[in-house]
């Protein structure tokens, strides 16, 4: 019988959703029917630590992956493949031929690569060096195209939710007001859909630069008409007009970004001292990336782990499996990297009141 071995790996930041795909993926290639119907025996291995795990100079990291080892992983968030932000094709310190000759070594017929813009991008490049690649589209902030759902989105709103109704407590006893910070370099889908779920009174986003004076003017509009107290949600990448990106830090990864932060605090202390309100600004961080995954990612982990093995059992390669129209299909990589689903502020975005759209229906 011919044997067939796969590799999986895990890019980027982590999120929830990460340990059911690679479940998936296992579960569906050693299946018994599928080895029955195809003639083949597929083995997987897990690389650890993203990319990192196949740059190194001695040997590749790896572990044997079954149905017994994977048999828990989709109740746990993170990965338990690890992962890192490794870019193999970093220009200051390229390592594409160790990433090559380990694959090489390795014997991998495919490799299953789970993540964002970033580490797809490296399997784009891979994928024209004649690496078998398949694609599952991973990153809480929702920016990848080409795909209605990336995996850690869902889980990461709950966060977003439950903290929120959690701060209101303490907003309300003490009559404050809270700027939540959320991540989202350049898409607003986190802060606009978590606000949205959190009946935030203000949603800042990437996509629409806001007023300094008129948040201050809502947020004094909103205590003449009684409130109490406000919930202010704003991406990490929002900026007032006039001004740049907030950032927490010059130094840039492999792939070329800089760690953005500190919008929250910034316009904390602008609504303070222009309102006399207090205050104050909380950071969710990487709390949106941690905890056990929710039912949806979950679901979700185990539909695009599935629809992976399926194209590799088509030898369908260099495409991203997603979700559009209600159904999985697959779409090529190469038409994926490099570009962003945004919000559309048009249809989406209520640039009067700075929040969700108040008008739903279309027709």
């Given at each position: 019988m011919k044997k067939s071995r796969i590799g999986i790996l895990t890019g980027g930041g982590d999120c929830a959703g990460l340990n059911p795909a690679i479940k998936w993926v296992v579960k569906s290639a050693l299946d018994e029917r599928l080895t029955a119907e195809r003639g083949i025996q597929y083995e997987v291995v897990g690389i650890r630590d993203g990319w990192k795990g196949l740059v190194g100079t001695e040997q590749p990291s790896v572990m044997a992956l079954d149905q017994g080892v994977v048999r828990t992983w989709d109740r746990y968030g993170g990965t338990m493949l690890g992962t890192s932000r490794t870019n193999p094709y970093d220009p200051k310190n390229d390592r594409s031929k160790a990433a090559l000759n380990n694959i090489r070594q390795l014997g991998l017929e495919a490799i299953v690569v789970i993540g964002g813009d970033d580490t797809l991008s490296v399997a784009a490049r891979l994928h024209e060096e004649g690496v078998n690649v398949v694609g599952i589209p991973k990153t809480i902030d929702k920016d990848l195209v080409g795909t209605e759902y990336t995996l850690g989105f869902e889980t990461a709103l709950n966060i977003i939710t439950e903290e929120i109704d959690r701060l209101r407590t303490t907003a309300g006893s003490h009559e404050r007001i809270f700027v939540v910070e959320t991540m989202g370099r350049n898409a607003g889908w986190l802060a606009l859909e978590g606000g949205e779920s959190a009946g935030a009174f203000l949603i800042l986003i990437p996509e629409h630069e806001f007023s300094l004076h008129k948040v201050n003017e809502l947020v004094l509009e909103g205590r003449r008409a009684g409130a109490r107290y406000d919930i202010i949600v704003a991406s990490e990448g929002a900026k007032p007009a006039g001004y740049t990106e907030f950032v927490r830090s010059m130094a840039t990864d492999s792939f070329g970004h800089k760690a953005l932060g500190g919008i929250a605090e910034f316009l904390a202390d602008e609504i303070c001292s222009s309102t006399g309100l207090e205050?104050?600004?909380?950071?969710?961080?990487?709390?949106?990336?941690?905890?056990?995954?929710?039912?949806?990612?979950?679901?979700?982990?185990?539909?695009?782990?599935?629809?992976?093995?399926?194209?590799?059992?088509?030898?369908?390669?260099?495409?991203?499996?997603?979700?559009?129209?209600?159904?999985?299909?697959?779409?090529?990589?190469?038409?994926?990297i490099g570009k962003l689903s945004l919000v559309d502020v048009k249809t989406q975005y209520d640039t009067d009141r700075y929040n969700g759209r108040r008008t739903i229906l279309t027709k």
């Open positions: 205050t104050r600004s909380i950071v969710l961080s990487h709390l949106q990336r941690g905890g056990a995954p929710c039912a949806y990612d979950r679901r979700m982990g185990r539909y695009f782990g599935i629809a992976a093995m399926d194209l590799i059992v088509r030898k369908s390669y260099g495409r991203m499996v997603s979700y559009r129209g209600g159904g999985f299909i697959a779409v090529p990589i190469s038409d994926v």
